[in-house]
């Protein structure tokens, strides 16, 4: 075997090994996902009374409340939807407890002190934003749309909620997605920084822009209405704030300038 074949054959070696581990990762990952949504599966029915806690709070003391469904195949989806969404949560922080295993050996040691925090406060920022979103957000939203109802004139149509259970979920799962992912905002201007991406300057320089993104995206992304538009579009710009004190205080600009000029030099 000629030494060019030799050291071929070698580089397969370490690339082999870590797509075993990678696939072993993967199957154990995909295998938690599993466990977690069978058995969210078989709570579906305490998951979705847990969701719709708010709107029943909101409804007050009326005892005829319903939720419907007008397809047969409606509820059951529904509760599909669920167990993946509750799965998909909480086997959230060991996916990426594996992620971290997976990547830390081919990294320098500064760079895993710096980004260990990251992997670390992604489930607990997530589970603020999501949390910020069910007992802040629900209460406050759900008692706007029912201010639409109206018992009716005399003579004329009363207007009252009957929610569809799929829609209701839609609604409910969206803005907690969309309040645990912005809460992540710190944590990628951070990484960002972290690789020389952007810096504290820049991210001061285009702070007006980064507010008008931020209620624009809440717009966007919340149901029409004022109050979940005000109440998204806030906390991202104040974790946007935040995440430039994080920048200055963990000098990760300064580290990632100095570490290009290293380079530039060699």
């Known amino acids: 075997m000629s030494t060019q074949a030799a050291d071929i054959d070698a580089s397969k070696a370490p690339l082999l090994a870590h797509l075993t581990e990678l696939r072993r990762r993967l199957l154990y990952c995909l295998g938690l996902f599993l ?30 409340r319903r939720m419907i469904y007008t397809g047969l195949h409606e509820a059951f989806f529904t509760y599909i939807k669920l167990a993946f969404f509750a799965a998909a949560c909480v086997v959230l922080p060991f996916v990426l407890n594996q992620v971290w295993k997976f990547l830390a050996p081919g ?57 569809r259970v799929s829609e209701y979920l839609s609604l409910a ?43 624009l995206l809440a717009a966007l992304i919340t149901p029409p209405d004022l109050i979940s538009q005000i109440a998204l579009g806030t906390p991202i710009v104040l974790l946007y704030e935040i995440s430039i004190w994080m920048i200055v205080w963990t000098k990760s600009d300064t580290e990632a300038k100095a570490r290009e000029a290293a380079l530039r030099a060699q």
């Open 107 to 163: 990294m320098y040691e500064h760079e895993r002190r710096s980004l260990w925090p990251a992997f670390a406060a992604t489930p607990v920022l997530f589970a603020l934003g999501a949390a910020l979103a069910f007992y802040g957000i629900f209460p406050l939203a759900w008692g706007f749309f029912l201010g639409f109802e109206n018992p009716g004139m005399a003579g004329g149509v009363a207007v009252e909620l009957e929610a």
């Open 173 to 215: 799962t969206r803005l907690i997605l969309a309040f645990g992912l912005s809460f992540e905002l710190p944590v990628l201007l951070l990484v960002l920084a972290k690789v020389g991406l952007v810096s504290a300057d820049t991210l001061r320089r285009y702070r007006k822009y980064a507010i008008v993104a931020a209620f």
């Open 35 to 64: 466990v977690a949504f069978i058995v969210a599966y078989y709570f579906a029915d305490y998951l979705f009374g847990f969701l719709t806690q708010p709107l029943v709070e909101a409804f007050g003391d009326s005892e005829d």
